[in-house]
């Protein structure tokens, strides 16, 4: 069951603010991926931006796919080129039914050629991910990248004081959140946060394999949540890698956590059915408890969220950074478009367009996703059945298939500029 509303109050606290603060336009509270990636568009566009946060690239056998929606917006702020390197990519997606279910459900896959794409995206490492935009952020001229940590906020009527871990001092006139699940700038501002545990523990791994992966996606469908295997370009002697990410129990995670790479991969290969051949594991692995969480609203009082200081869930189809990047996609559109029209960037109005914008997607993932979960780890016949009859219906609806996976990679709801398809001119926006 999902915990009950947790409002947090803001601040009564008045931080003594230095003489001489940093000025910006925007202050980024968060340099993780979500944080980079509008750090670096927000400047691209023209603001001023200070991004503050720990850049952290340490590995921890985690990776990221990246649906077209979120391609093109690399692309269109010229970032891809650099990313390229680290990516393989994403042709096909196979779900194999390895629950035991009593109604036997059949394998499917969706190609992406199906809906006239080379591929549906490109899987990367986190680490150079970030490291690379980190890289790009620090040259760009209108873009600070603070490597500090927020200590406090006050929200004046007309700007932003931070004050950062290191005694400067930053006034912007709006606070873009991105600082992950936890979020302090959100906590400051009073924005509720609803969240729930998941039974269930993801172990994360990089993997040698003895066969090629054919650029093909495999999500093995078990009791405890999916078993997914995601292709990862070659490396050195290994010219066959897949990145791992596989849910279990609590107790499956504590006794895996002590075996060694042989014995661990043993364990993998025996999942995945052997499907790849000969497996070994690559250091680090990684293992993360599962939880979920909705917050009250998504902006307030010049700030607003995004990335996983608006929304968690599981690692389920992938949606996790795609939609933090539609996100803020689509509040680069909004604050443009407010410049543009001689509109206070961190005006109510404005942030309320952006909040009404990203609204019905990030309910419609964080509900899906958490929907799709429990169906997983119910062991109830009617529920294995309706998966099981959603699984055929779309394996044999060509229309309803295709639309399926057009809307996994790029939803059909407002595309903002930034993914569409030649980027467009400032035109049809829906913000004012």
Same mark, same amino acid.
């Given at each position: 069951?999902?915990? *009950?509303?947790? #409002? +947090?109050?803001?601040?009564? @606290? !008045?931080? =003594?603010? %230095?003489?001489?603060?940093? /000025?910006?336009?925007?202050?980024?509270?968060?340099?993780?991926?979500?944080?980079?990636?509008?750090?670096?568009?927000?400047?691209? *566009?023209?603001? #001023? +931006?200070?991004?503050?946060? @720990? !850049?952290? =690239?340490? %590995?921890?056998?985690?990776? /990221?796919?990246?649906?077209?929606?979120?391609?093109?917006?690399?692309?269109?702020?010229?970032?891809?080129?650099?990313?390229?390197?680290?990516?393989?990519?994403?042709?096909?997606?196979?779900?194999?039914?390895?629950?035991?279910?009593?109604?036997?459900?059949?394998?499917?896959?969706?190609?992406?050629?199906?809906?006239?794409?080379?591929?549906?995206?490109?899987?990367?490492?986190?680490?150079?991910?970030?490291?690379?935009?980190?890289?790009?952020?620090?040259?760009?001229?209108?873009?600070?990248?603070?490597?500090?940590?927020?200590?406090?906020?006050?929200?004046?009527?007309?700007?932003?004081?931070?004050?950062?871990?290191?005694?400067?001092?930053?006034?912007?006139?709006?606070?873009?959140?991105?600082?992950?699940?936890?979020?302090?700038?959100?906590?400051?501002?009073?924005?509720?946060?609803?969240?729930?545990?998941?039974?269930?523990?993801?172990?994360?791994?990089?993997?040698?394999?003895?066969?090629?992966?054919?650029?093909?996606?495999?999500?093995?469908?078990?009791?405890?949540?999916?078993?997914?295997?995601?292709?990862?370009?070659?490396?050195?002697?290994?010219?066959?890698?897949?990145?791992?990410?596989?849910?279990?129990?609590?107790?499956?995670?504590?006794?895996?956590?002590?075996?060694?790479?042989?014995?661990?991969?043993?364990?993998?290969?025996?999942?995945?059915?052997?499907?790849?051949?000969?497996?070994?594991?690559?250091?680090?692995?990684?293992?993360?408890?599962?939880?979920?969480?909705?917050?009250?609203?998504?902006?307030?009082?010049?700030?607003?969220?995004?990335?996983?200081?608006?929304?968690?869930?599981?690692?389920?189809?992938?949606?996790?950074?795609?939609?933090?990047?539609?996100?803020?996609?689509?509040?680069?559109?909004?604050?443009?478009?407010?410049?543009?029209?001689?509109?206070?960037?961190?005006?109510?109005?404005?942030?309320?367009?952006?909040?009404?914008?990203?609204?019905?997607?990030?309910?419609?993932?964080?509900?899906?996703?958490?929907?799709?979960?429990?169906?997983?780890?119910?062991?109830?016949?009617?529920?294995?059945?309706?998966?099981?009859?959603?699984?055929?219906?779309?394996?044999?609806?060509?229309?309803?298939?295709?639309?399926?996976?057009?809307?996994?990679?790029?939803?059909?709801?407002?595309?903002?500029?930034?993914?569409?398809?030649?980027?467009?001119?400032?035109?049809?926006?829906?913000?004012?």
């Amino acid at each position: 069951m999902m915990s *009950s509303p947790v #409002s +947090v109050a803001a601040s009564t @606290s !008045t931080p =003594t603010f %230095p003489a001489e603060p940093l /000025v910006c336009d925007i202050l980024v509270a968060g340099a993780g991926a979500a944080g980079l990636s509008v750090a670096i568009g927000l400047a691209k *566009s023209g603001f #001023s +931006v200070i991004c503050v946060g @720990s !850049t952290q =690239t340490h %590995p921890n056998g985690r990776t /990221v796919a990246l649906f077209e929606g979120s391609l093109r917006y690399y692309k269109a702020l010229g970032l891809w080129p650099a990313l390229r390197a680290h990516s393989a990519p994403l042709k096909e997606i196979r779900i194999i039914d390895a629950t035991g279910a009593r109604m036997p459900i059949n394998a499917i896959s969706f190609a992406s050629r199906e809906i006239g794409l080379p591929a549906f995206g490109e899987n990367i490492e986190n680490t150079p991910l970030v490291e690379t935009l980190a890289g790009i952020a620090r040259d760009l001229p209108n873009l600070r990248l603070h490597e500090t940590l927020l200590k406090d906020i006050d929200f004046q009527s007309d700007r932003v004081e931070v004050i950062l871990a290191d005694g400067t001092g930053v006034t912007a006139k709006l606070i873009v959140a991105a600082d992950g699940r936890a979020s302090l700038a959100r906590r400051k501002a009073g924005i509720g946060a609803r969240t729930w545990p998941y039974p269930q523990v993801a172990l994360t791994a990089f993997l040698d394999h003895e066969r090629p992966h054919r650029f093909i996606s495999t999500e093995y469908h078990t009791r405890f949540g999916p078993c997914t295997l995601v292709p990862l370009p070659p490396l050195d002697m290994h010219p066959h890698r897949s990145s791992l990410v596989w849910l279990m129990s609590e107790e499956q995670a504590k006794r895996r956590a002590s075996l060694d790479n042989v014995l661990l991969a043993a364990e993998i290969e025996d999942q995945i059915q052997g499907s790849l051949g000969h497996l070994s594991l690559e250091e680090p692995r990684g293992f993360f408890p599962m939880s979920g969480m909705k917050v009250s609203r998504l902006t307030g009082h010049r700030i607003a969220l995004l990335g996983e200081a608006a929304h968690v869930f599981p690692p389920l189809a992938a949606q996790g950074l795609n939609l933090s990047l539609r996100d803020s996609a689509s509040l680069i559109e909004c604050l443009e478009d407010a410049r543009a029209a001689g509109h206070d960037i961190g005006a109510a109005r404005v942030l309320a367009s952006y909040a009404r914008v990203r609204r019905s997607d990030i309910d419609l993932r964080t509900d899906g996703i958490d929907v799709l979960n429990r169906s997983l780890l119910s062991d109830f016949l009617p529920i294995d059945f309706l998966r099981g009859a959603g699984l055929a219906a779309f394996a044999a609806i060509g229309p309803l298939r295709r639309a399926i996976m057009r809307e996994g990679v790029l939803p059909h709801g407002h595309l903002p500029r930034l993914m569409r398809q030649p980027v467009d001119a400032v035109t049809n926006s829906s913000c004012p």
